[in-house]
C-alpha cells in the first residue's frame, strides 16, 4: 500500500530559525514522484516541487531546501531563516507511475512568530 | 502558470438545498480533473477523478448519487452537492491536468468553503 506520513503536525519558530518538515513515504514501486505543497490561510495549494525517484539530487530553491532519501524513503523540506510568510500548512504527497492521483500526507502546520 | 479558478469561492446553503461548484481551467485544456474535501485542520481527501467527456471515477466510500460530477468540457467541471446536510460542510477543492506522464503537473484551485446549515 502506498502511504504518505508527516509526523509533525504542528511546528512553531520564531522568525530567522531554520525549520525541517520531514515526509516519510511507503510504496512498494521503483518509479514514483514526490511532492510538497504549500497551503496559506487564504486555501489555495501552491506547488513547491517535485522530485522524481530516479533523481536523488538535492535541491535548493532560495530559502527553500529538499533533501531526498531513497535509502530511509524521506523527503525533507528546510526552510532556512523562516519568515512570517512561510506560516502555513505544508503537504508532502506522492504519485505513483501510471496514474495522476496525488496521496497526500496529513499535512504540517507551521507558525513562524516575529 | 497554468490558473485553475473555482466558483464560489464560498456558500452559504440550507439543509436539503443542492449546491452546484464550478472549475475551470482559465489558460489551458483540462483533459482531467479532480475534486478533493478536506475538513478542518486535515489532509485533502480525493473524491473523484474526472475525464473530459466520461464517467467520472468516485474514490471509495464517496456517494455518486451525492455528489454529482460532471466534466462536459475541456475547460469546465462541476460538482453538485445534492440534497446537502451539515456533515457536507467542508472546503472542496478541484485541481486539474493538462494531459498525461511522468510530469503532468496538478494545478489546484483556489477551493470552495461550503457551509451547510
Known amino acids: 500500500a502506498q502511504k504518505v506520513t508527516q509526523a509533525q503536525t504542528e511546528i512553531s519558530v520564531v522568525e530567522k530559525e531554520d525549520v525541517t518538515l520531514d515526509c516519510v513515504y511507503e510504496?512498494?514501486?521503483?518509479?514514483?514522484?514526490l511532492f510538497w505543497y504549500k497551503q496559506p490561510p487564504s486555501g489555495e495549494l501552491v506547488f513547491l516541487i517535485r522530485r522524481n525517484s530516479f533523481d536523488e539530487q538535492n535541491e535548493i530553491s532560495g530559502r527553500y531546501s529538499w533533501n531526498f532519501q531513497k535509502s530511509t524513503s524521506s523527503f525533507n523540506f528546510t526552510i532556512t531563516a523562516s519568515q512570517v510568510v512561510d506560516s502555513a500548512v505544508y503537504f508532502c504527497?506522492?504519485?505513483?507511475?501510471?496514474?495522476?492521483?496525488?496521496?497526500f500526507g496529513t499535512g504540517t502546520r507551521l507558525q513562524v512568530f516575529p | 502558470g497554468a490558473v485553475v479558478s473555482q466558483h464560489p469561492s464560498w456558500v452559504i446553503c440550507k439543509s436539503g438545498t443542492s449546491v452546484k461548484i464550478e472549475c475551470r481551467s482559465l489558460?489551458?485544456?483540462?483533459?482531467?480533473m479532480f475534486w478533493y474535501r478536506q475538513f478542518p485542520k486535515q489532509s485533502l481527501m480525493l473524491m473523484a477523478t474526472s475525464n473530459e467527456g466520461s464517467k467520472a471515477t468516485y474514490e471509495q466510500g464517496v456517494e455518486k448519487d451525492k455528489f454529482l460530477i460532471n466534466h462536459a468540457s475541456l475547460t469546465l467541471s462541476t460538482l453538485t452537492v445534492t440534497s446537502a446536510h451539515p456533515e457536507d460542510s467542508s472546503f472542496y477543492i478541484c485541481?486539474?491536468?493538462?494531459?498525461?506522464?511522468?510530469?503532468?503537473?496538478?494545478?489546484f484551485g483556489p477551493g470552495t468553503r461550503l457551509t451547510v446549515l
Open positions: 485541481s486539474a491536468t493538462s494531459g498525461t506522464g511522468p510530469y503532468n503537473e496538478q494545478f
Open positions: 489558460d489551458f485544456q483540462a483533459t482531467t
Open positions: 510504496t512498494r514501486d521503483t518509479t514514483y514522484y
Open positions: 504527497s506522492l504519485r505513483l507511475r501510471n496514474t495522476d492521483k496525488l496521496i
